[in-house]
């Protein structure tokens, strides 16, 4: 069974950055596919970004790929989410998930999940 703790959230100014960090245990994530979601208050958990197993290809929401950069350290059993020039908009509670194949944008296929760490961004 894969256990996920997120970390590196926090308070931050519009305009600022933050590196989230998924770190895996249990067993190897490397053939994973790892996706970071972001939930807000009243919303649904949506798709922030998600990095392949193999090759590493990445895929993001559209409205984030300019700002985030998602990447995974095999080595450490890892993921990160980049985050630049953050909007009031992108505070939320992040999560990172894992699944067996390709990277979906759909929640509801991941099996495992993190508890979530919260990301509030001032303007």
């Known amino acids: 069974q894969v256990q996920l703790v997120e970390s590196g959230g926090g308070l931050v100014q519009a305009g600022g950055s933050l590196r989230l960090s998924c770190a895996a245990s249990?067993?190897?994530?490397?053939?994973?596919?790892m996706g970071w979601f972001r939930q807000a208050p009243g919303k649904e958990r949506e798709f922030v970004a998600g990095?392949?197993?193999?090759?590493?290809?990445?895929s993001y929401a559209d409205s984030m790929k300019d700002r985030f950069t998602i990447s995974r350290n095999n080595a450490k059993n890892t993921v990160y989410l980049q985050m630049v020039s953050l909007k009031a908009e992108d505070t939320a509670v992040y999560y990172c998930?894992?699944?067996?194949?390709?990277?979906?944008?759909?929640?509801?296929?991941?099996?495992?999940w993190g508890q979530g760490t919260q990301v509030t961004v001032s303007s």
């Open positions: 998930g894992a699944r067996f194949g390709v990277v979906t944008v759909r929640s509801s296929e991941y099996r495992n």
């Open positions: 249990g067993r190897t994530v490397s053939n994973y596919a």
């Open positions: 990095i392949n197993c193999c090759g590493g290809s990445a």
